[in-house]
């Protein structure tokens, strides 16, 4: 893959659009099972990294992903501040002396993501973020496997996320605020899941406009 992180700013600003083109929506989501504080958290973080996007672009991956992590780490509140500053110093370290092409990105992003379930001592079937970033993880690494075209991979990774969302509504929370409602969690869809699903959305979009 020759993509590099001078794509970042354009990124940021991709995740930034999508967000909040579904601010109202998603806050609507953290509101009913949540503390409806999600949208803001995130926009916070995306914010500092943008203030950083053009400093972030002359970094390698590995560098980049590092400064994310912190810069996400110290902007960000929350539970999804700290998971998501989790998954890029994770990225960081294990993508370390590392050939990122997709099937290396896929395997450093899968153990990324094992990264995020420790932290938050939490696993897929909980209704949270991690019922899109792990079986987005899974068929990355499938796809990457099987070689195909990147708008194909991308295309069925939008397809695996909006599915991990809507799996998520029948859910019961056991894991972050949502779980204090028990069985009243079920019904809505996880505010965590639909944001990690937006951002994915937003990337693929960039990558297959860049031709990468
Ligand atoms: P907070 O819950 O602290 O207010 P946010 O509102 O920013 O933080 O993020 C809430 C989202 O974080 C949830 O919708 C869920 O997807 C995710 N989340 C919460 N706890 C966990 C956990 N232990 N593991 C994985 N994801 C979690
Ligand atoms: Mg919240």
Not at 28 to 53: C, K, P, S
Not at 57 to 78: C, E, F, R, Y
Not at 131 to 159: F, H, I, S, T, W
């Amino acid at each position: 893959m020759s993509l590099t992180p001078l794509i970042f700013p354009e990124l940021i600003q991709a995740l930034l659009d999508n967000i909040e083109a579904h601010a109202e929506e998603v806050t609507e989501l953290d509101q009913a099972i949540g503390d409806g504080d999600h949208v803001f958290n995130l926009q916070r973080g995306l914010q500092a990294l943008r203030e950083h996007a053009g400093e972030i672009a002359q970094l390698d991956w590995v560098a980049a992903w590092q400064k994310i992590g912190m810069t996400v780490m110290a902007a960000v509140g929350g539970a999804s501040g700290s998971l998501y500053a989790t998954l890029f110093i994770a990225l960081a370290k294990n993508g370390k002396d590392r050939v990122v092409d997709l099937a290396g990105f896929a395997d450093v992003f899968l153990l990324a993501v094992e990264a995020v379930k420790q932290r938050g001592k939490a696993d897929v079937g909980e209704k949270t973020m991690l019922d899109v970033l792990v079986p987005v993880g899974l068929a990355l690494r499938d796809e990457a496997a099987a070689d195909k075209p990147l708008a194909e991979v991308l295309d069925r990774l939008c397809a695996v996320a909006a599915d991990g969302v809507e799996a998520t509504r029948e859910m019961l929370a056991t894991k972050g605020r949502a779980s204090f409602l028990g069985e009243r969690s079920k019904g809505h869809i996880d505010a965590g899941a639909k944001t990690a699903q937006l951002m994915i959305a937003a990337i693929a979009g960039v990558l297959k406009k860049s031709g990468n």
